[in-house]
C-alpha cells in the first residue's frame, strides 16, 4: 500500500525564522511529488518535483527531491504571518496519495 | 480559468438522512476526483473518473456512498444513510490527463470543498 508520511504534524514558529517540512514516501509507481498549500479552502499547487536533486522554488518557498531516499523538504524563509496554513504532500502515480500535512503556525 | 465549483460550502445533517454534492470540474478537464478530508488527516480519495466511467472506487463505502458523473463533466456525490464518521470535508478536484506517462496529469486543481457535518 502507498504510504506518505510527513512531519513535523505541527509547528509554531515567529515571524522571520526559517523553517523546513519533510515528507517521506513509499510508492509503488513514482511518478512524481506535489506539495500544496491548504489555508480554509481549497489546496493550492506550489511545486511538482519528478526529478531528483532539481530544486524548485517560487520566491520564499523551495523545494527538493531525493529519490534515492524516497523524501523530499519543503523550506520556508522569512516566514510571514500569511504562510500559516497546512502544507500537504502527495506522491505516487494516478491517483495521488496524500500525507496526513504539517499544521504550520507563523506568529507576530 | 475558471475554477473547480462545489456545493453547498456547508451542510449539517443527522446521522441516518442522506446528502448530495455537486462538482463542476474545470472545462476540459477529462479527470474527477472526489476525496474525504477528515479533520487532522490528509485527503483520501473515494473515487476518481475519467471522462463518465469510473476509474478507481476502492475505498469508496459503497453501501452508503454513491458517485456519478453524468456526461463526462460534472458530478455528484451521494451519502445515504450518513453516519458520524462521514462528518468531513468532500473535496472535489480534477485534472488534466493527457496520458499515463505524463507526470503533469498528477497536478490536481482542488475546489473549495463541502463541509459535512452530522449529529
Known amino acids: 500500500e502507498d504510504k506518505v508520511v510527513q512531519s513535523p504534524l505541527s509547528l509554531v514558529v515567529h515571524e522571520g525564522d526559517t523553517v523546513t517540512l519533510n515528507c517521506s514516501y513509499e510508492?509503488?509507481?513514482?511518478?512524481?511529488l506535489l506539495w500544496y498549500k491548504q489555508e480554509k479552502k481549497a489546496p493550492t499547487f506550489l511545486f511538482m518535483l519528478?526529478?531528483?536533486?532539481i530544486e524548485k522554488k517560487s520566491g520564499r518557498l523551495s523545494s527538493i527531491l531525493d529519490k534515492k531516499e524516497l523524501f523530499s523538504i519543503l523550506n520556508i524563509t522569512a516566514t510571514q504571518t500569511g504562510d500559516s496554513a497546512i502544507y500537504l504532500c502527495?506522491?505516487?502515480?494516478?491517483?495521488?496519495?496524500f500525507g496526513k500535512g504539517t499544521r504550520l503556525s507563523v506568529i507576530a | 480559468e475558471a475554477g473547480v465549483a462545489q456545493s453547498p460550502r456547508y451542510k449539517i445533517i443527522e446521522k441516518r438522512q442522506s446528502v448530495a454534492f455537486w462538482c463542476n470540474p474545470i472545462s476540459g478537464h477529462a479527470t474527477l476526483y472526489w476525496y474525504q478530508q477528515i479533520l487532522g488527516q490528509g485527503p483520501k480519495l473515494l473515487i476518481q473518473f475519467q471522462n463518465n466511467g469510473v476509474v478507481d472506487d476502492s475505498q469508496l463505502p459503497k453501501d452508503r456512498f454513491s458517485a456519478e458523473r453524468l456526461k463526462g463533466v460534472d458530478s455528484t456525490l451521494k451519502i445515504q444513510p450518513a453516519k458520524l464518521e462521514d462528518s468531513a470535508v468532500y473535496l472535489c478536484?480534477?485534472?488534466?490527463?493527457?496520458?499515463?506517462?505524463?507526470?503533469?496529469?498528477?497536478?490536481?486543481?482542488f475546489g473549495a470543498g463541502s463541509r459535512l457535518t452530522v449529529l
Open positions: 502527495a506522491s505516487g502515480n494516478t491517483p495521488l496519495v
Open positions: 519528478t526529478s531528483s536533486g
Open positions: 510508492v509503488t509507481n513514482f511518478r512524481s
Open positions: 478536484a480534477s485534472s488534466s490527463q493527457r496520458g499515463t506517462g505524463y507526470a503533469g496529469a498528477n497536478v490536481l486543481t
